[in-house]
């Protein structure tokens, strides 16, 4: 695997590391703690160790007391080592626990705040475009997304059709979290088509025959898998009428053209706006969480439809981003910005295209998707490029 530089900066003490399966905790974990002592619980003897005993942490800390990092990788298997480390961590204030996951299911439930305070938060995100430099292609990550476990393997293609079984065996069906996997499969499939899109829980329920409840505890595993996010309408000192119902996306465009289904009645370019559409937040997301979460996102709509893709709203600004798949910018293009200026004069507009120029319109900055995804880095805001 090539390894490239992340944005990713730990905390100086104990954290937990979140992220989906595949975002390159491991391997980041490899480079920069390498001297720790390391539990994997993917490891069945390891899990199985554990499992019986959490106790046994104590044991294994006692017998190598110079190591005063402790990794345990994918701490949600067992999560009863979360009542150990907090006895561990009152008891032994140099010991610094990093404890990794890809569902924050149970660990909601016991560690956060269990460990509250004395653990502090931090994810792992798919490649942003800058990671990548000169090897980020706009074209591959529409298509394959950026999951590094898959923009590094040999065959992209083969590895992304078996990213979500992969999900749906070791996460879902091993730690029993639905009753009927093959339901949960149909509602993959049919959740898929309203990614970018507002989210109708009825809906999804018709399309995979299943009742409204059973969709939203399926939607909340999606969330706790951190393989989905609903993002709330932006309604800060709102001047007209809002939606009410959130926007979902699925954290990378390369997992959501695998879930989605095709046939003879889809169209390709049917998937490419949403695919652009997800890209662009899984950017402002990550470069917000490698800031250290300062800002939240938005969506804006009207009750009569107009609308905004994206309103990052914090200690950093304010600002509003519309994206369009295509390469020429017409009139319609920025309504739903010029609304939103009108009600929030002091935001700072952009909007995101397919085209080669960056143009100024209207009083709004238009900008090239991939040279704009290129610049986004934490270390600056979005539009001072």
């Known amino acids: 695997m090539e390894v490239y530089s992340r944005f990713f900066k730990p905390a100086a003490g104990s954290f937990f590391l979140f ?5 390159g905790k491991s391997l980041w974990l490899r480079e920069h703690c390498g001297d720790a002592l390391t539990i994997d619980l993917l490891d069945p003897e390891r899990y199985r160790l554990f499992s019986a005993g959490p106790e046994r942490l104590e044991e294994l800390i006692a017998g190598s007391p110079k190591q005063k990092t402790v990794v345990i990788d994918e701490i ?5 080592l979360l009542f150990v480390v907090h006895a561990l961590m009152e008891r032994d204030r140099e010991l610094r626990f990093i404890l990794t996951g890809s569902s924050a299911r149970k660990i909601k439930r016991t560690g956060v705040d269990l460990l509250a305070g004395r653990a502090v938060l931090r994810t792992m995100h798919p490649f942003m475009a800058a990671e990548l430099g000169d090897q980020f292609s706009l074209d591959n990550a529409l298509e394959f997304g950026l999951v590094p476990l898959i923009v590094s393997a040999d ?6 059709r078996s990213y979500a079984t992969l999900y749906v065996r070791e996460e879902v069906q091993t730690e029993g979290l639905v009753r009927n996997v093959g339901a949960f499969t149909r509602f993959l499939e049919a959740v898929s088509l ?4 507002v989210l109708s829980v009825s809906s999804v329920a018709r399309e995979c025959g299943v009742g409204r409840k059973t ?3 399926y939607l909340e595993i ?14 800060r000192k709102a001047k007209r009428a809002t939606s009410v119902h959130p926007k979902l996306y699925l954290f990378d465009p390369g997992v959501y053209r695998s879930l989605r289904p095709r046939g003879p009645l889809d169209i390709t370019t049917e998937m490419e706006g949403p695919a652009l559409e997800g890209l662009v937040y899984q950017h402002l997301r990550a470069w917000n969480a490698y800031r250290g979460e300062p800002n939240r996102l938005y969506f804006w709509r009207t009750r009569s439809g107009v609308e905004v893709d994206f309103v990052l709203y914090g200690e950093d600004g304010l600002w509003a981003f519309e994206v369009k798949n295509r390469t020429r910018i017409g009139p319609s293009d920025l309504r739903g910005l010029k609304s939103f200026r009108e009600d929030y004069p002091e935001a700072k507009l952009a909007l995101i295209y397919r085209g080669r120029d960056r143009l100024q319109r209207d009083g709004i900055l ?3 998707c991939e040279s704009f995804l ?3 880095e934490p270390g600056s805001l979005p539009l001072d490029v």
Do not use: M, N, W, Y
């Open 194 to 197: 309203s990614h970018a899109s």
């Open 366 to 368: 238009c900008l090239p």
């Open 215 to 217: 969709v939203e505890g």
């Open 19 to 23: 992220g989906p399966r595949g975002t």
């Open 155 to 160: 065959d992209p293609p083969d590895v992304l």
């Open 222 to 235: 999606l969330e706790d898998l951190l393989l989905a996010d609903r993002i709330p309408v932006f309604t």
């Open 76 to 80: 949600q298997r067992v999560p009863e």
């Open 374 to 376: 290129k610049s986004l």
